[in-house]
């Protein structure tokens, strides 16, 4: 049962709407994420900072919007292994990212995105074809607001493909939101769901339901194979992670489009491994249920 739910926050839970979905209405965002690992001596870090600059197009609404993207993950490996961590504490990745979007008919948007992601430990200070991660989406959104509404709502559909899910076609993407009321609204989809209270103008209080992550190569792969087990070699390729974390959120609007955020919560799902060359699993590091903390500043124009 486990690996079944598993298998569908990795379904759905798309890289996508993980760094792509939340940059739809964040134009520039600056972030912190820490957790610890309980029952161990690990730690995970990571910084992450991207910026949107959309180009008008014509006047009708068609833009052309160009992105990058940098996170560096320290992953403070300290548990006993039979293999050597040192080159296994430091990851970073480097974004680039290129979508076109233009208005239609009753108020639907359309959206095309197509990247290049550098992700890797680095280990061999090169940049190496496994390094190397390529993805692209389509998407329709739906925005309903305005005085003339009394309550706005927000529907986005669409599909997603990367190279590093390990599965050969598109997944979909589906997120809605309303506001139900003047101070209450909800999200529903993926990667976060919640339930938002408007405390005043500038400060907002919200439960949530999210996914979270990364992946990325290690150049210089390595066998995790156990020593009493020589049944068949497990080599290491690349580390993935997956969180599914519930918890609290905090924001503060400085403007109406800048704003500062601290969530704070507990994983559900907390699944941090190594794959082989063919996306399979080869060895946990950890899943073990823990704290999380991810806090920071964004620019959005929703």
Excluded: C
């Excluded at 965002?29 to 690990?42: A, G, H, I």
């Excluded at 907390?270 to 964004?298: A, E």
């Amino acid at each position: 049962m486990k690996k079944a739910i598993k298998f569908l926050f990795l379904v759905f839970g798309l890289l996508f709407f993980g760094q792509t979905g939340a940059q739809v209405t964040d134009l520039a965002r600056v972030e912190y994420t820490y957790f610890p690992q309980r029952e161990s001596d690990n730690s995970f870090r990571r910084f992450r900072t991207f910026f949107n600059y959309p180009i008008e197009l014509n006047k009708e609404g068609s833009y052309l919007v160009p992105g990058i993207e940098y996170r560096n993950v320290n992953f403070k490996y300290d548990d006993p292994e039979l293999f050597e961590t040192g080159d296994l504490d430091r990851f970073q990745s480097f974004t680039a990212s290129l979508a076109y979007t233009f208005k239609m008919k009753n108020d639907w948007r359309f959206g095309a995105q197509t990247g290049l992601k550098i992700a890797s430990n680095f280990s061999r200070g090169i940049i190496a074809n496994d390094d190397l991660i390529y993805d692209g989406a389509i998407f329709f959104i739906k925005v309903k607001n305005g005085e003339e509404i009394e309550k706005p709502w927000r529907l986005i559909l669409g599909v997603n493909y990367s190279t590093t899910r390990g599965f050969p076609f598109p997944l979909p993407v589906i997120n809605y939101y309303k506001e139900f009321s003047p101070d209450w609204s909800y999200s529903v989809g993926v990667p976060k769901s919640n339930l938002r209270y408007s405390i005043s103008e500038k400060s907002t209080l919200q439960a949530f339901v999210t996914l979270d992550g990364f992946f990325a190569n290690v150049q210089e792969n390595f066998d995790v194979t156990p020593r009493n087990n020589h049944s068949r070699d497990a080599i290491a390729e690349n580390m993935s992670m997956t969180i599914l974390l519930s918890g609290l959120g905090y924001e503060y609007n400085f403007t109406e489009h800048l704003s500062f955020y601290v969530y704070a919560g507990y994983t559900l799902i907390n699944d941090i491994r190594f794959r082989d060359s063919n996306m399979d699993d080869v060895l946990t590091i950890n899943d073990t249920n823990t704290f999380y903390s991810r806090g920071g500043l964004k620019f959005s124009i929703l």
